[in-house]
């Protein structure tokens, strides 16, 4: 089953602390971008720099492909954005020459674990219907 939705906190590294300062989601193929407004002001005072994609920090972005600028954070020009989501995810897409790194946000996991199981009831409960259905021929 295809996931609904799941976000990833872009963290900045001070050296001290980890300060969210965005979040990239995806929901139903489509992929959204949008600052910490406190965060990305409390990090800037430690070198973080707007994206130049997005400059603007008050602005939520959207496209209907992965964003170029996390897209070009992982190797594999042959990847869907499906695949690059799930690597950015898994691997925290950590690049040397900065200090982000991409955290799942582990309550939208949850969510799609639970369509899952909902769905996985509502069969079961369709198979035994039939299997019911079938005893009384």
Request: hydrophobic share 30%; aromatic share 12%.
């Amino acid at each position: 089953m295809e996931k609904i939705n799941e976000t990833l906190f872009i963290m900045f590294n001070n050296g001290d602390n980890k300060i969210k300062i965005g979040e990239l989601s995806k929901c139903e193929n489509k992929y959204y971008f949008k600052y910490d407004i406190e965060g990305a002001k409390k990090a800037s005072e430690f070198g973080f720099e707007a994206f130049p994609n997005f400059p603007r920090i008050n602005a939520q972005y959207f496209r209907e492909e992965i964003f170029s600028c996390f897209r070009e954070r992982i190797a594999g020009d042959n990847l869907d954005d499906e695949e690059l989501f799930d690597i950015i995810k898994s691997t925290g897409a950590r690049l040397a020459e900065d200090n982000l790194e991409f955290v799942l946000d582990e309550s939208t996991s949850g969510e799609t674990e639970k369509i899952s199981k909902d769905d996985k009831k509502e069969e079961e409960k369709e198979e035994q219907d039939i299997e019911e259905k079938e005893e009384e021929k």
